[in-house]
């Protein structure tokens, strides 16, 4: 059967869950286009039902077909892939990090924080934890981590819980006043921080951190978008990781 209506219940709930209060009502979120669907069936991440548009021909098994217009009603995206999914949100418990971590602190732009957790991801940093920032399931996040959001964990908490639980672990602050980290050399396990993009970290954070190191710039650059930052730095701390 073929659902045509927009207005079906079914299609509805599916289209809520691009709002934050409705993905966590229902413990899902939604992943769009056959590949990151096929990413997520690699992982660990359980998908409760797969949705097809019906003129789709690919490879999935879809568990609910549905018209052009009422597909296309869920997805933000102006031009959706045909093919989408519904998965459970994880649950990660706040614990200590098993190896060198990145901390998030306040980043609010989804596109960033999807950003951020792609290259952390292919970095090999697999625990992340979040302070205050935009919600990484959303959308917009999930299509900017190119999968990576199904191969981390992502631990949110308030800035004391999460401060509490990386008590011994050294902290790593991104900001321009800091040390070159071109010569930086850092501990053998820390937690990587960066602040939002206007007001950057936390002065909690930044009085915790052990170092504070910054990536140089040209006189005529005031600034660099927080996920390059983040990129640039996670590999740069890993170096040796990599050669």
Do not use: W
């Amino acid at each position: 059967m073929i659902i045509v209506s927009r207005s079906n219940p079914l299609v509805k709930e599916l289209r809520s869950l691009r709002e934050k209060k409705f993905r966590r009502e229902a413990g899902s979120f939604l992943i769009e286009g056959e590949k990151m669907v096929r990413e997520c069936q690699r992982s660990n991440v359980r998908i409760k039902r797969i949705v097809a548009r019906e003129d789709y021909e690919g490879e999935l098994t879809p568990d609910l077909v549905l018209g052009r217009d009422a597909f296309e009603s869920i997805p933000e995206e102006k031009t959706p892939q045909p093919v989408l999914a519904e998965a459970e949100l994880p649950h990660a418990a706040l614990v200590p990090p098993e190896g060198s971590c990145l901390l998030l602190d306040g980043v609010q732009d989804p596109a960033n924080v999807g950003a951020v957790i792609r290259t952390a991801n292919a970095a090999g940093y697999k625990e992340l934890y979040l302070i205050g920032c935009a919600d990484p399931f959303s959308p917009k996040s999930v299509r900017a981590s190119m999968s990576g959001v199904f191969f981390v964990s992502l631990m949110q908490g308030t800035r004391e819980e999460v401060l509490k639980v990386l008590e011994g672990v050294p902290l790593i602050a991104a900001d321009m006043e800091g040390k070159n980290v071109f010569t930086f050399t850092p501990p053998s396990k820390f937690a990587l921080c960066i602040g939002s993009e206007g007001n950057g970290l936390s002065e909690p954070v930044r009085l915790r951190a052990a170092h504070t190191v910054r990536i140089p710039m040209g006189e005529q650059t005031e600034s660099l978008n927080a996920a390059v930052s983040a990129g640039i730095l996670m590999y740069e701390l890993k170096r040796n990781t990599f050669i």
